[in-house]
């Protein structure tokens, strides 16, 4: 018997024998994530969002959030600043923050202000749909996005936020994405480049609710 043959042989005597081990069904529904050192959802996101490269802003109340806001757009130093969601630009009409409620000149866009529908804590993702007025061009051409949200709308994870806007719509929005930090690739010699094709930074403003407690 040549060296091929002896190979086969073996492999067919292995396979005649009954396995030793008993096989176990793996569950589907087991969490295959380690348990968070912490269950505060807020500190949570807070530190997944500056492992992808986040900025991350805890506000006490919408005083606090203006206040904030206005310092880093004041460090930007520019004006080119977009607000098209109504509920926003309610809370900054309060201030002399100047900002544009229309697409007008929106190549010009350094700056785009929008709600969210959800924070995931879990891996700092910001989830936004097309059912928000702010659309999908507000989050993705100004070099900076600024995210404002309440503790409310944090979520563990993403099967947990995917359930709520379940509970929310009765029809799903016809577009989910998952922000997951500023755009980046290292298609280019491996090296990492933020904003590449999108946002050079994400902001992120947290504001306490009540709902939120």
Known sequence: MDDRSKIIANIQNALKKESSKKSHKPD??????????????AILFAENLKNIQGNFCFCEDEKDFLMNLSALIQHKKTTDVYVWEK????????????????????????????????????????????????GRRLTVYPHIH???????????DVETALGKM?????????????????SRTADIEKTLVLGAHGPKELHVFLIEDMLGE
């Not at 589907?28 to 994530?33: D, E, L, R, S």
């Not at 009409?93 to 529908?117: M, Q, R, S, V």
Request: glycine share 4%; charged share 25%; net charge negative.
């Open 87 to 134: 509920e926003l630009q309610n809370i900054l009409d309060l201030t002399d923050i100047i900002y544009k409620k229309n697409d007008e000149d929106f190549l010009k866009a350094e700056i785009g202000i929008t709600t969210c529908e959800m924070l995931i804590a879990r891996d700092g993702g910001v989830l936004v749909s097309s059912r928000q007025k702010a």
């Open 166 to 182: 379940r509970q929310k719509y009765k029809n799903m929005p016809s577009m989910m994405s998952f922000i997951n930090g500023p």
């Open 146 to 156: 600024i995210v404002v949200a309440f503790t409310s709308q944090l979520v563990y």
């Open 28 to 41: 589907f529904t087991a969490n295959i994530y380690t348990k968070p050192a912490h269950d505060d959802l």
